[in-house]
């Protein structure tokens, strides 16, 4: 298993453009999820899906899209980029389909992260 | 105010020290994740808890849910322990998680 993957590695996005941080899990996961990692700050929870086809807002969403149309992709779609997006993005995804149990239960895996800079 | 808070911010230690990291929340939570991040930014999870203690390795975590306060313990510690260790809790679907504390093991 690949676990789960992220691309790009690394971007330099201009102000005001746009762009799709790609989110892939080899695992069956149901639960995915998009944070931010800021310099002395702590992770910081952008959106999470429970399934394919849902989605909801963590503590950070605003700027920022997801959609889930299969269980394997969760692609964050920055819109309008601003400076204060410049940020590690990590996709993480946790709870393997078909299992019982609470979804509280499952560790969750992370992607390698992408570094993203607007300037 | 943060709902996880981590103690110490940053730690030295020398090659074989015993070790500890504490972390306390705020809100009702249904798991406690510790989590290692590696000099070059990748994230593991260590240990996930709801209650008592667990131990994998040299690694030991506890978690005292009515003090609402967790350590992550390390044996004998050595300088392939250096990483930055971070606290997570779950509060329904939501993670928050403490700005983490940085290990640095000399030999």
């Known amino acids: 298993n690949a676990g789960v993957t992220q691309t790009p590695k690394f971007r330099i996005l201009k102000i005001g453009q746009s762009m799709t941080l790609q989110c892939t899990q080899d695992?069956?996961?149901?639960?995915m999820y998009w944070y931010r990692q800021d310099p002395g700050m702590g992770l910081k929870l952008i959106y999470y899906?429970?399934?394919?086809?849902?989605?909801d807002k963590g503590e950070v969403p605003n700027g920022y899209n997801v959609s889930r149309s299969t269980t394997e992709d969760f692609p964050l779609r920055l819109e309008l980029a601003a400076p204060s997006q410049t940020s590690v993005y990590f996709c993480?995804?946790?709870?393997?389909?078909?299992?019982?149990?609470?979804?509280?239960?499952?560790?969750?895996?992370f992607g390698p992260g992408t570094r993203l800079t607007v300037t | 105010k943060n709902e996880v808070e981590q103690s110490p911010q940053n730690l030295t230690a020398q090659e074989g020290e015993f070790i500890t990291i504490n972390c306390s929340y705020s809100?009702?939570?249904?798991?406690l994740h510790w989590l290692q991040q590696h000099p070059g930014g990748g994230i593991v999870s260590l240990f996930m808890?709801?209650?008592g203690k667990k131990k994998h390795g040299r690694l030991i975590a506890t978690i005292n849910i009515q003090e609402k306060h967790s350590s992550l313990h390390i044996t004998a510690s050595h300088p392939r322990d250096s990483a930055v260790y971070i606290c997570?809790?779950?509060?329904?679907?939501?993670?928050?998680f403490g700005t983490g504390t940085s290990l640095t093991v000399i030999p």
């Open positions: 997570a809790v779950r509060a329904g679907n939501q993670f928050y």
């Open positions: 809100v009702g939570i249904s798991a």
């Open positions: 993480a995804s946790s709870y393997p389909r078909g299992r019982t149990g609470s979804p509280s239960s499952y560790e969750q895996y």
């Open positions: 808890l709801s209650s």
């Open positions: 695992m069956n996961h149901n639960y």
């Open positions: 899906s429970v399934g394919a086809g849902i989605t």
